[in-house]
């Protein structure tokens, strides 16, 4: 195991493994996991965007926060926080497209009682203290996360974890199954369709027709699924290749993230960044929906949450290979 000395903030990866998993995060970029690797046959099971990893203070043309947030956006697994989705202007400041967290650089220690590591950061546009565990336990990573106002002043907030799983776990014979039980559309991509236009787990409104979101497509089917899942019996998803023998399961805190976000791309996007060459599944437990930005999350389901002055929540997540 390689761990930075702590108050380090490096923009190359860092690795954790033991004697099932391998996994590099990014403490200058958000402490992002950007790869996580089955140590057997190195089989990796992220989605990793072929446009690669942008450098932290790389010079860019101007841009809009959507795009911004994009080229800085590499697939894998990343805090979103907060905010997510549409940027918004907040307390006098904009949050950006997905937060100031997946961007943020982490001050890094190793933990004392096990292959893992503690990431912490003060974030610049919410009064909001940042700490990340992410730790190996044979088969699997659990990621805790506490959030702390160190202010005098109550903030309003969204927060998600996102995962983005490719080939070859995503493949047309991958099937997903959850705990959810019902599921709303996403009118930004299926048209004519509202969020009331709800269905029972895993059929959901689509383009041509009701889809099943259970089952995969293959890289090729140019098409784009975006949904809501919620009201889950339990809190937990799994993948699964039945040609690999191959499977992941996420198991997350329902309390503090009663909602997961669901989208597949499969070569369905013509315009930057993708055109037309992206193949993943994106799972994201949340505590809010949909993902258009807090003032939305407000208006539309009344799902944002608040901070208040002083107070630490905390959540978890953990991804299993079975």
């Not at 202010?151 to 969204?158: C, K, L, P, R, T």
């Not at 890289?219 to 809501?228: E, F, M, Q, V």
């Not at 930057?272 to 999350?297: I, K, N």
Request: proline share 8%; charged share 20%; glycine share 10%.
């Amino acid at each position: 195991m390689t761990i930075p000395a702590t108050g380090t903030t490096p923009a190359t990866g860092t690795n954790l493994a033991n004697d099932d998993l391998r996994l590099t995060f990014l403490p200058g970029r958000g402490g992002a996991i950007t790869s996580l690797q089955r140590v057997s046959d190195g089989l990796e099971l992220l989605w990793q965007a072929p446009w690669g990893v942008l450098p932290p203070g790389t010079v860019r043309p101007p841009a809009t926060a959507s795009t911004s947030a994009t080229e800085n956006w590499s697939g894998g697994w990343r805090t979103l926080f907060p905010n997510s989705g549409r940027n918004v202007t907040l307390y006098g400041a904009d949050l950006g497209t997905d937060g100031e967290a997946c961007l943020a650089p982490y001050d890094v220690t190793p933990v004392d009682d096990g292959i893992g590591v503690t990431l912490s950061t003060r974030l610049t546009r919410m009064p909001i203290r940042l700490t990340r565990t992410v730790r190996l336990d044979g088969p699997r990573v659990r990621v805790s996360e506490t959030v702390r106002n160190e202010s005098g002043q109550d903030v309003e907030v969204m927060w998600a974890q996102e995962l983005c799983f490719g080939a070859p776990l995503l493949s047309p014979t991958t099937t997903l199954t959850t705990g959810a039980s019902v599921v709303r559309p996403d009118p930004d991509t299926t048209h004519s369709v509202g969020y009331d236009d709800v269905m029972p787990w895993p059929r959901t409104q689509g383009n041509s027709g009701v889809v099943n979101l259970r089952k995969s497509v293959a890289a090729d089917a140019a098409l784009t699924r975006k949904a809501y899942l919620s009201d889950f019996s339990e809190p937990k998803a799994t993948l699964r290749n039945p040609e690999l023998d191959l499977a992941v399961e996420l198991t997350w805190d329902g309390e503090q993230m009663p909602f997961c976000w669901y989208e597949l791309d499969a070569g369905g996007q013509d315009a930057f960044p993708h055109f037309l060459g992206s193949y993943y599944l994106a799972l994201s437990p949340s505590t809010s929906w949909p993902r258009q930005g807090v003032h939305d999350a407000r208006r539309i389901s009344s799902t944002s949450i608040w901070v208040t002055a002083g107070q630490e929540r905390t959540t978890w997540i953990e991804l299993s290979l079975l």
